[in-house]
């Protein structure tokens, strides 16, 4: 949720049920956690299959849009995208999306998504499979380059095919 647009996550969350009245209020708060990012001494890498990129969320233009805003901020210095592509090896992630928390003095946290809501995770038999995970969906990631040229054509190909 970090780099989703707002159209997006609204799209997203239609899709998926969620009563207007409880979208509105992640909106908002959704909003104010991408904030973090304007923090340089903050990083961020994101690790995105190749199908998330692909499904239409909401409409053409919705995902066209969205993808555009994965290429703005990954121009960003703190920030990395890197697309795990559908052709390569199978890989921990594909079991579910998570997000890894590291603090400087702190144990590394987890946030694992579920339909409707998530988990934080913080105990070290709960949060080390996922660290665990992290280098192997790394290994099978194309690079930096290679997932905003990778997005770039995709992007290309939805507003040819519009």
Known sequence: GLVQTMDYSRASMTQHAI??????????????????????????????GEPALRTIVGDPSIQAAQLRALLAAAK???VSVRVVPAAGQ?????????????????????????????????????????????PRIEAVALSGTESLRLIANIVREMEAST
């Open 90 to 134: 199978g890989h921990p992630g594909q079991l579910g999306a998570f997000m890894t928390l590291w603090f400087p003095s702190e144990h590394p946290i987890v946030h694992v998504e579920m339909a409707t809501s998530g988990a934080f995770l913080d105990k070290d038999p709960q949060v080390q499979p996922y660290l665990d995970a992290l």
């Open 19 to 48: 009563a207007d009245a409880d979208i509105e209020v992640r909106l908002t708060a959704r909003l104010r956690r991408q904030q973090t990012l304007q923090r340089t001494d903050l990083s961020y890498s994101a690790l995105i």
């Open 76 to 78: 960003r210095r703190n």
